[in-house]
């Protein structure tokens, strides 16, 4: 007796149109998967990054204006809270206003003011954090999309030598999610 292969039960065994289907239809699911998952995966990303921009805005604000109260002899708070004045002394070897003083002369002042162009607290997009280094300097953009903490003011004179400080910034202004980093601390001057 002589053994000869199945040909025909080999072609049989072949991929029939429904494997095949089977197969396109899973490879789908595994490419939509893989899509979906680079889809979230760049958001997450992207999210991460604008975090760490808007924590690095705030910090920065925020430490600016704690070095620069810790200079001042004095400062006020005005516009409700919305803005500080320091009063700088430039020159600790000079009594420029003559009273006994070298420490205490208004040589400059310098301002930090949020704005809000519209007055509507809601619109983040116009409600800004600037500084003027000097009363006569053009306004420099600290932050943007700038709200209050709760119904604090963003200035508050806690004494004489101390101002608190309160604000967020909040993302939103591109296709990232909603973010927000608050801002609550305290300014003390040294003079
Ligand atoms: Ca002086
Ligand atoms: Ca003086
Ligand atoms: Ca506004």
Redesign the pocket.
Known sequence: MTLRPDFRRAGASAFSLVELMVSATIVSFVTVGFLTYMRYAGISALNVTNQAVYNQQAGNAATLIVQRTRLCHSFSVQNSGGTLVIDIDDDPTTDSDGDGNLYNDPDHQETFQFS????????????TLSYKPTATATAQLLARRISRIGGANYFAATSTKTVSLSFAVSGGDNSARGQRVEIISSASRLN
């Open positions: 809000d162009a519209d007055s509507d607290p809601a619109t983040l997009t116009d409600n």
